[in-house]
């Protein structure tokens, strides 16, 4: 499992003693696709056969389809970036406030997914905007917030543009402390907040007093103690925590229990032996991770964020590097395609709901905690914590076959993240365009939800799929710039349409 | 006694898996102590009192492999070891209960799959993908389905040459790979033949009439129709020359094929010469054998008897009169083209205005959302009732090809229909061209004793089938009268 993307890419130099992948010098396996009859003719014959139960692609896709996978680097790509995602080796670092680790100037606010303005800002998008104008003091009263930002008093950009990521509505301001984590087989870094734990919390779009307390207590104790702990400890490898955390029953996005275990194991005794931070001080921080199941979550978006950066830019590949949602468009970007953003209308999460809140109540999808899909964990890791699917009434085998419907879209199997339950074999990662378009499985998100309204928080969790567009509409852009293949071009061909 | 100490960066493995490996690689005789393990303070201590150097760099998160091991056994134990971290998932309690793959990729990806070849038969503007999945994951494709565009099948073509694979078709209807067949094939007995196939019955008539004189055949590699033609320039045929030619239990190789563009079969024939496996060609261009005397060229070529092909004689005589024509409904399209070439060798060029006719009912017009006529006779057989009642048809030529992915009986259909044909119509004459093996699973002599009962002369070799079909209509001159 060292190199799991080359199981899947066969040695290009044919070997003269085994032609034809040795064809003819072993008994034949024969994968079949189509007409039953030849199926059912090998079974007869006694020959091993693996069966696909395939389906007619949209119509209008197979051109695009045809262009993608008929260039010739198209293959290959796809290799690189998915072994560039999955050998990635993030490490936290370092905790430091915005405005010095990104150059968050006053005024300036991150958000989840792609980009937005206020004018379609949802309801727990413009709470935790209106909670960090308070926090950093650009307004007296939430009604004078919004008028500001109504008034585009302040600049929004999506955390994806500067290799941040945020839960849910995301929302950075420059007074907030990041976890700072870098990737030490490819060299970059990723950032992500503190976890504020749950129920009322900005991240859900609530800005009371106590929100806005919390988050100056993070600032002024949890920030600067997590910093000297950090330090203390010397570069943590997540990678190594989230691979034990997965064999202890998280997925990594709705439950984060062992891993944060894990983490505070790491932290506590570094966090002691740090003679800067007082005594009363530590005690609080470890209080307060300690009395938060998800604290590791952010932790884990930013090595997420840094593995699936890891696999940018890679021309040609079809592998998809982010899926975000900020509670009105859900995108994705895809690693051939640069930075550009694939939007569709974000779905409501089918869930559990807290005390009274329903159905009615909840905001569509929102925060770029899917960057945990996109490498392999959440919704990918069901198989590994199958707790997570009563959210949604789901049984064992429900979460068994959430995972294994996720290799039907993967390009990998992951080398380190290994499922018990699967015979430790790897979660499914890397999302491929042209797997999600041929057989309309869309990816699995775990996710909490958000209410509608602005201030309320967080009124439940389950499940969510992405609008199916964007994986077309991704599959149209990387067509567009596809190689064709040898001497022979692609167009005006019939291909496959209708 | 040589000691392997190596450091792996953040690979983390749960301790169970890490103490297997340690056992099995300490199990091993040229294996003094070996430790595989996390690099926990323990763990380096450990290593420390087994007499191992202890690495200064290794830390609780990166695995520690330790090995001291005799003799040249280092590249040995490596391999063990990667293979034992890497170790196969072994079938889940779940397995049942997983859904199938919905696409080749997906399905060549399961673990402990295995697959060496893909078998398509998707609608053709559909293949391109699933048929680039194979090629990436190291399958050799066959491509049963027609319809795949001819830049897609040059394209797929190209990609599985820089991946030393072959793309057999598209329109490529019969395989038989290591015994088993693929598509429609029929079941031969193992032999020293290899076969190059752009015809699909024209491999399966080569095979039977092989078959019948006791010589069997190693591999058939079929190409598909265009293979041979200026645009697709024998890519595939090429590739499966070479590979039959390093086949070690092939001993002649017959490339079989509907008529080659002629600067593609000049390549071809070129590529041959090369090759140190003799190669008999059957490509039914004017001028050439045709099917039947080109299996006994390859029989001749293994210094083989050629013996007398397999015929079943009705006990009737029918005596159609004169100007009657005879009217061939075929769902080999080799077979037909064969039967038509034949026709004009003996007849002269204007068969048509005489009333003669040969039909494919495997080609496009007649499969356009419907199945191959091999597996689905609907059509066929209201060709046969319409003929009987046409006063102007003499004799009734059919095939019927056996084999595995035909229909399981095609007797049950079509003998009743002759024997229905021939009691309105006594002076009707009823020839069957049978391509199969006694082994088939609808069993040839079954079959033909079917046929033959309904009143029909039957025959394992076309050509003998058509010459003596011939031999009852006229002509500007007949051919013998047993071909």
Redesign the interface.
């Known amino acids: 499992?060292?190199d799991p993307a080359s199981?899947?890419?066969?040695d290009?130099?044919?070997?003269?003693?085994h032609?034809?992948?040795?064809?003819?010098?072993?008994?034949?396996?024969?994968?079949?696709?189509?007409?039953e009859?030849?199926?059912d003719?090998?079974a007869?014959?006694a020959?091993?056969v693996?069966?696909?139960?395939?389906?007619?692609?949209p119509a209008g896709t197979?051109t695009a389809?045809?262009a993608v996978?008929?260039d010739?680097g198209h293959?290959d790509a796809n290799a690189r970036a998915v072994r560039r995602m999955v050998t990635a080796?993030p490490h936290l670092v370092d905790v430091r406030p915005a405005r010095e680790v990104l150059g968050l100037d006053t005024g300036t606010f991150l958000h989840a997914g792609p980009p937005l303005d206020w004018e379609r800002a949802s309801g727990p998008m413009r709470g935790a905007l209106v909670g960090a104008m308070l926090l950093e003091g650009l307004a007296e009263t939430p009604l004078g917030a919004e008028h500001a930002l109504e008034r585009g008093a302040a600049t929004l950009e999506p955390c994806h543009r500067h290799a941040t990521v945020g839960p849910m509505a995301g929302v950075v301001g420059p007074s907030m402390w990041m976890l700072v984590v870098e990737d030490?087989?490819h060299g970059g870094t990723a950032y992500c907040s503190l976890n504020e734990g749950l129920g009322k919390v900005l991240r859900y779009g609530a800005y009371g007093p106590e929100v806005i307390d919390r988050l100056t207590w993070m600032g002024e104790v949890l920030g600067p103690a997590l910093a000297a702990a950090v330090r203390a400890h010397g570069p943590l490898?997540l990678?190594?925590i989230i691979?034990?955390a997965v064999?202890m029953g998280d997925e990594l996005h709705n439950r984060n229990r062992a891993a944060t275990s894990l983490l505070l194991r790491e932290l506590a005794p570094a966090l002691l032996a740090a003679e800067e931070v007082p005594r009363d001080r530590a005690a609080a921080a470890l209080r307060f991770a300690a009395g938060n199941d998800h604290f590791f979550l952010n932790a884990g978006m930013a090595a997420a964020k840094a593995c699936a950066d890891a696999a940018r830019n890679v021309p040609g590949s079809s592998l998809v590097v982010a899926m975000a949602r900020n509670g009105t468009d859900f995108g994705v970007q895809v690693s051939g395609t640069g930075d550009r953003w694939f939007t569709g209308p974000a779905n409501v999460p089918d869930g559990l709901y807290l005390g009274g809140y329903g159905p009615g109540d909840a905001n569509p999808d929102i925060g770029d905690s899917a960057i945990t899909e996109t490498v392999g964990m959440g919704g990918f890791a069901l198989a590994a914590a199958p707790a997570i699917v009563r959210f949604v009434g789901g049984e064992v085998?429900d979460a068994?076959?959430a995972t294994?419907?996720m290799?039907?879209i993967t390009l990998a199997?992951h080398p380190?993240l290994?499922v018990p339950?699967?015979?430790?074999?790897g979660t499914p990662v890397g999302v491929d365009v042209?797997?999600v378009v041929?057989?309309g499985?869309l990816p699995v998100i775990d996710t909490g939800i958000a209410g509608r309204e602005p201030g309320t928080g967080q009124v439940g969790a389950g499940l969510v799929e992405p609008p199916p567009n964007v994986f077309a509409d991704a599959l149209d852009a990387l067509a567009a710039s596809a190689r064709p293949?040898?001497r022979?071009?692609?167009a005006g061909?019939?291909?496959?349409?209708? | 006694m040589t000691d392997w100490v190596e450091v792996r960066r953040g690979a983390y493995h749960d301790s169970v898996t890490l103490m297997r490996a340690s056992r099995a690689l300490s199990e091993r005789p040229d294996v003094a102590a070996a430790m595989v393990a996390m690099g926990t303070a323990l763990n380096l201590d450990l290593l420390a009192r087994m007499g191992f150097d202890v690495p200064s760099d290794a830390g609780p998160d990166d695995l520690l492999i330790a090995v001291r091991v005799g003799g040249d056994g280092l590249d040995d134990v490596k391999a063990t070891l990667d293979g034992l971290l890497r170790e196969a998932p072994r079938a889940t309690v779940t397995e049942a209960e997983v859904a199938a793959a919905r696409t080749v990729g997906a399905a060549a990806a399961r673990p402990g799959s295995g697959a060496t070849v893909a078998l398509l038969s998707v609608p053709g503007p559909h293949v391109f993908p699933e048929a680039m999945d194979a090629l990436d994951a190291g399958l050799n494709v066959m491509v049963f389905s027609d319809h795949v565009p001819l830049d897609q099948e040059i394209a797929l073509k190209e990609a599985a040459a820089r991946r030393g694979l072959i793309v057999m078709g598209p329109d490529c209807g019969t395989a038989v790979i290591g015994g088993a067949g693929l598509g429609f094939a029929n079941a031969v007995r193992p032999g020293p033949v290899g076969v190059v196939a752009a015809s699909g019955t024209g491999a399966q008539q080569l095979m039977c009439l092989l078959d019948a004189a006791g010589v069997g055949v190693s591999h058939v590699l079929g190409v598909g129709g265009r293979d041979l033609s200026p645009e697709v320039s024998g890519r595939s045929a090429l590739a499966a020359l070479a590979a039959l030619d390093a086949d070690p239990g092939t001993e002649l190789i017959v490339l079989v094929s509907k008529p080659p563009a002629p600067q593609v079969a000049d390549l071809v024939r070129e590529a041959a010469r090369r090759l140190d496996t003799p190669v008999v060609f059957a490509l039914a261009t004017t001028g050439e054998d045709d099917l039947t005397a080109a299996a006994e060229r390859a029989l001749r070529a293994l210094r083989r008897a050629v013996p007398a092909w397999p015929r079943w004689t009705a006990s009737r005589r029918p005596a159609p009169a004169a100007g009657r024509a005879l009217r061939g409904l075929f769902a080999g399209g080799t077979l037909r083209d064969e039967a038509e070439t034949i026709a004009l060798a003996a007849l002269g060029r204007d068969l048509d205005a005489r009333g003669h006719r040969f039909t494919d009912f495997g080609a496009d017009a007649y499969t356009r959302g419907r199945a191959h006529p091999m597996i689905d006779p609907t059509l066929r057989l209201a060709a046969v009732r319409a003929e009987a009642a046409d006063p102007g048809c003499g004799v009734l030529l059919l095939d019927v090809v056996l084999g595995h992915g035909a229909e399981p009986d095609p007797a049950a259909s079509l003998a009743p229909a002759i024997a229905d044909a021939v009691d309105d119509r006594p002076d009707l004459a009823v020839v069957v061209s049978l391509c199969g093996t006694p082994a088939d699973p609808q069993d040839r002599d079954r079959q033909a004793a079917a046929l033959c009962g309904a009143g029909a002369d039957v025959f394992a070799s076309n050509a003998q089938a058509v010459r003596h079909a011939l031999s009852m209509v006229d002509g500007p001159r007949r051919e013998e009268s047993t071909g």
């Open positions: 499992m060292t199981d899947r890419v066969p290009h130099a044919p070997d003269r003693a032609r034809l992948g040795g064809l003819l010098a072993r008994d034949p396996v024969v994968v079949a696709a189509g007409a009859v030849f199926a003719a090998l007869a014959q020959v091993p693996v069966p696909v139960d395939w389906r007619p692609p197979g389809l045809a996978l008929g010739p293959a080796r030490a087989e490898d990678m190594a691979a034990r064999q085998a068994l076959a294994h419907r290799y039907e199997e380190v290994q339950s699967l015979s430790f074999r042209t797997r041929r057989t499985i293949p040898g022979q071009g692609f061909s019939p291909t496959g349409r209708g």
